[in-house]
């Protein structure tokens, strides 16, 4: 497994260089910038805080053109996002009940064994259900796959030997934010899991999402709705059993014990990591290496600075 360093969110004190320098990682950087949709490529600040030029992969302006010349393509990519669209409206909908739920079992603290074996269950519950939405998820990408592979779509082959190309000539691939959904779909678009195998990648708030098995979106407090951690996707896989939560501070009510115990039972064995300004986690050989300004949620209900693993 390469080198992959996650950071907190970059917008207002970015702490990108640094972080590379600490990890070891130097040398020609590439982008992927496509979360931002329409500034994709939009590297002055990137690359005034590196110091150098930044080529960016532009995998939004790629796709675009792919499915203004192929539009069956086009057509069946709008299919499957209206599949995936209808899969969560019904999982939110069961997700809210059981939430409730859970949330009404934890709040009685009630220890005895009956108790205990309610919340237990009210965990197991939501798990089956986040288990079974993410199967789901993953049945719906698989068809799609088979049936619009790049063998049978030559304008995506070119695509995929350009990028190729690029990143095999790059030291660091940079995985930017933005909106998770479209910068997911274009990575996935363009099989990225392959083509980014071996090399060492940075990523950062919805970037880091993506390189996860499953993306978690969270909002304890949001303007609308019921505030209720969602599975919202399947990731790319290549960072196992773990829960990113980016720009934690603004989105988690971490002091609040029931909410966390509930977020980190729910994920569990995968271990949540709330992620702020300044954060670093960096992964070698598969092993956390090193970890700054990382807490991760505890089942108990409070969390635990992973500094200490630094």
Known sequence: MPDILVLGPQYRNPNLRDALQRAGLGGTVVSITAGWQEREGELGSLEEHLGQHVHDLRLYERAEGVFAHDPPLHDAYRMRQADLRRLQDVYRTRLAHAKAAAREVFATQDDTELGRWARRDAVATLRRLDATHLRMIERVH?????????????????????????????????????????LLNRLRLFDLHRLLHGKPIVAWSAGAMCLTERVVLFHDHPPQGAGNAEVFEAGLGLLRQTVLLPDARARLALQDPTRVALLARRFSPAACHALDE????????????????????????????????A
Do not use: M, N, Y
């Open 142 to 182: 698989a068809r799609f796959t088979r049936q619009w592979s790049a063998s049978l779509r030559p304008l995506v082959a070119r695509q995929q030997a350009e990028l190729q190309h690029l990143i095999d000539g790059a030291a660091v691939v940079c995985i930017a934010g933005g909106h998770v959904a479209v």
């Open 278 to 309: 300044g954060s670093e986690l960096h992964w070698r050989r598969g092993h956390v290496r090193a970890a700054v300004s990382v807490r991760k949620l505890l089942r108990a209900g409070g969390t635990q600075s992973l500094e200490a693993a």
